[in-house]
């Protein structure tokens, strides 16, 4: 599969979030979003791009990048945002693992500030609607930290399909280790999900 042929829409809706790629302009606001969340992210995203952003100038050069690894389709970094208010509630990551087998992976956090409310929940179905729709994804795949209940809900909340297990593939300071659980979901299996 060509990764031309495909291009992941932006924006787009589910009931209760506009999701969207990050834009120029977005500077502002998401060096703000970053210094709110460093400690929230430290343990298990601590080397997500939102996790250690030095300044509004720094995060506004990050979310260009961003746009243009979008428009070549290297990855897909989508801010999730309240319909009502317009909050940043989450952010949806989805990266093209294999074109010819058409995976994918997802990956997620939640702003500390609207963790418990169902936002990552809601946006990763949206998310996993296009690419196993527009995008013609075989198989969608997920990596979280065993330790990460929340993102264990989520993912068992998506019907996905706990596949296997890596021992110890995570340090933390204070020299502790955590494994990784590895999800999966193929096309037919959310079809059926779906129907």
């Given at each position: 599969?060509?990764?031309?042929?495909?291009?992941?829409?932006?924006?787009?809706?589910?009931?209760?979030?506009?999701?969207?790629?990050?834009?120029?302009g977005?500077?502002?606001?998401?060096?703000?979003?970053?210094?709110?969340n460093?400690?929230?992210?430290?343990?298990?995203?601590?080397?997500?791009?939102?996790?250690?952003?030095?300044?509004?100038?720094?995060?506004?050069?990050?979310?260009?990048?961003?746009?243009?690894?979008?428009?070549?389709?290297?990855?897909?970094?989508?801010?999730?945002?309240?319909?009502?208010?317009?909050d940043?509630?989450?952010?949806?990551?989805?990266?093209?693992?294999?074109?010819?087998?058409?995976?994918?992976?997802?990956?997620?956090?939640?702003d500390?500030?609207?963790?418990?409310?169902?936002?990552?929940?809601?946006?990763?179905?949206?998310?996993?609607?296009?690419?196993?729709?527009?995008?013609?994804?075989?198989?969608?795949?997920?990596?979280?930290?065993?330790s990460?209940?929340?993102?264990?809900?989520?993912?068992?909340?998506?019907?996905?399909?706990?596949?296997?297990?890596?021992?110890?593939?995570?340090?933390?300071?204070?020299?502790?280790?955590?494994?990784?659980?590895?999800?999966?979901?193929?096309?037919?299996?959310?079809?059926?999900?779906?129907?």
């Amino acid at each position: 599969m060509e990764k031309i042929k495909y291009e992941f829409p932006t924006p787009f809706e589910s009931e209760r979030l506009i999701l969207r790629s990050y834009q120029p302009g977005d500077g502002s606001w998401f060096y703000a979003m970053s210094l709110r969340n460093r400690g929230h992210l430290s343990r298990f995203e601590a080397d997500n791009v939102a996790a250690n952003v030095e300044s509004e100038a720094a995060a506004e050069e990050l979310v260009g990048e961003l746009e243009a690894a979008w428009k070549a389709r290297n990855c897909f970094f989508i801010g999730a945002f309240e319909k009502q208010t317009s909050d940043f509630v989450a952010q949806i990551y989805v990266g093209p693992v294999d074109w010819n087998l058409s995976e994918f992976q997802v990956g997620y956090f939640a702003d500390i500030d609207h963790e418990g409310q169902g936002f990552v929940t809601e946006g990763v179905k949206a998310v996993l609607a296009i690419l196993f729709g527009k995008m013609n994804a075989h198989r969608v795949r997920l990596e979280c930290d065993e330790s990460n209940s929340r993102s264990i809900r989520v993912a068992e909340r998506c019907n996905m399909t706990r596949e296997g297990y890596l021992r110890e593939n995570r340090r933390h300071l204070g020299e502790t280790y955590s494994g990784s659980y590895i999800y999966g979901l193929l096309k037919a299996e959310f079809k059926a999900n779906a129907a």
